[in-house]
């Protein structure tokens, strides 16, 4: 995690990072870390140039009566060692992020996942395998409902950036697809599912690097220590999370974003 922002050929010319004080940044962030545990580098560089930065997390809640929780989701709370309440500490350990990196903090208020049903009354997810499977027809509503809040806040002028759904993990996918349907974002790579992954090609796409200074990139890493309930899920301690990140910035030369690629004139 270190060198100097700038953006560092792949497949197109040079970009710089947009840094006008009256171009606010918005992240959508499925979940309340994964903006963080995905940009923060970004997120810090651009307080530090005094560009206002949003965090908008669209599935921020739980339902409140323990009884109704599935036994996937107690097992999820176990692995957080949270309780019953876990949502009131991850809120909490968001909000600690967010003021460490100077982001305003947004939370839509859907329900997780793992919280839901469909309208069968089954739930959408009772095991890892359906956690990162394919998006369930019941959920279409939610998809529309999810849509219509983007959109209200995403209008008017700014720079907008979503999950690819790297991982495929279903509120990833639902958040880039709400994303699609009311803007064209530009893409960041889901970390931490996207550290074990090979280096993406994507079709349409063209993909920039952007190198983080030492001081953004060590207070990414306080960010991401933040979240102390969901370190345990993904990295053996804050050593090995650190190597992970700097071994996903080298292969990339810099941290990735990716952009559509604009049709040709006379093609639309």
Known sequence: ???????TNCNM??????TQRDVPWIFLSPHLDDAVFSCGGL?????EQGVPTKIVTVFSEQIS??????EYARTLHARWETGDDPYRIRKQEDSNACR????????????????????????????????????????DALIRRVTERIAGITNGKHVCVCPLGLGHHIDHQITR??????LK???YADLPYALSLPIQVLAGMTRLSFNIPDRNAAEWARANLMYASQISTFWKSPLDMVD???????AYNGWPMWMEVPEPEGEK
């Open 43 to 47: 997120l810090s560089y651009l307080a």
């Open 13 to 18: 010319a040079n970009l710089s990072v947009p």
């Open 244 to 250: 992970q990140y700097n071994a996903f910035l080298e």
């Open 185 to 187: 974002p530009l893409y």
């Open 177 to 182: 697809r709400a994303a699609e349907m009311s």
């Open 100 to 139: 460490l990196l100077g982001a305003e903090q947004v939370h839509l208020g859907f329900h997780d996942c793992i919280y839901r049903t469909l309208p069968d009354g089954s739930p959408v997810v009772s095991s890892d395998e359906e956690l990162f499977g394919e998006i369930k027809p019941g959920e």
């Open 1 to 7: 995690m270190n060198g100097i922002i700038h953006a």
């Open 65 to 70: 009566d323990p009884a109704d929780f599935t």
